[in-house]
T-cell receptor, first 115, second 111 residues
Framework: DAGVTQSPTHLIKTRGQQVTLRCSPK?????VSWYQQALGQGPQFIFQ???????QRGNFPDRFSGHQFPNYSSELNVNALLLGDSALYLC??????????????FGSGTRLTVV | QKEVEQNSGPLSVPEGAIASLNCTYS??????FFWYRQYSGKSPELIMS????GDKEDGRFTAQLNKASQYVSLLIRDSQPSDSATYLC???????????FGKGTHLIIQP
């Protein structure tokens, strides 16, 4: 049973560029959420997708956008990259009606470095 | 804005002892609580979830929730060196809420 898979593993971009990160949820899961984790900090919630719609958004600017596809996979797009966007980006999936009991399963993350 | 507070540590515990990790949260509407373990350079791994007041046990781990006092704790019995990691406390409200995490507690189990 495949867990949450993310690609790419590592990425180096230049300030001002745009980046797309990808996530495939755990088999059977229908909800995908994205988190940003800076070094030494806990993950910060970016947004959550269910039924191909953004359901909730954290305190992140519009430069961060996303998409969920009919097969439940998801993309995170970040435009006009800043040095401060350098972080580990985590994707987490869950089953919408079982989140309270079983929580969220995280992927291994994408390490983004902006230079 | 929701907040989850944890002591960043490091918390040093001898091997075989009980490690006690604590977390407080600000939103009385929070419904579910989670403890994740994160090894350096790795992604968070779910250890325990709890949503009812009281204790929940799973092997060497016990999660405790007190909604009146707005705190959650995690006890690790018979601590092993492999338990050395950062432990993240997280909460979720209802609906489509994402998780709100604390900054994590760095736990060191001394052989």
């Amino acid at each position: 049973d495949a867990g949450v898979t993310q690609s790419p593993t590592h990425l180096i971009k230049t300030r001002g560029q745009q980046v797309t990160l990808r996530c495939s949820p755990k088999s059977g899961h229908d909800t995908v959420s994205w988190y940003q984790q800076a070094l030494g900090q806990g993950p910060q919630f970016i947004f959550q997708y269910y039924e191909e719609e953004e359901r909730q958004r954290g305190n992140f600017p519009d430069r961060f956008s996303g998409h969920q596809f009919p097969n439940y996979s998801s993309e995170l797009n970040v435009n006009a990259l800043l040095l401060g966007d350098s972080a580990l980006y985590l994707c987490a999936s869950s089953l919408v009606n079982q989140r309270s009991r079983y929580g969220y399963t995280f992927g291994s993350g994408t390490r983004l470095t902006v230079v | 804005q929701k907040e989850v507070e944890q002591n960043s540590g490091p918390l040093s515990v001898p091997e075989g002892a009980i490690a006690s990790l604590n977390c407080t949260y600000s939103d009385r509407g929070s419904q579910s609580f989670f403890w994740y373990r994160q090894y350096s350079g790795k992604s968070p791994e779910l250890i325990m979830s709890i949503y009812s007041n009281g204790d929940k046990e799973d092997g060497r781990f016990t999660a405790q929730l007190n909604k009146a006092s707005q705190y959650v704790s995690l006890l690790i019995r018979d601590s092993q060196p492999s338990d050395s990691a950062t432990y993240l406390c997280a909460e979720a409200g209802g609906g489509a809420d994402g998780l709100t995490f604390g900054k994590g507690t760095h736990l060191i189990i001394q052989p």
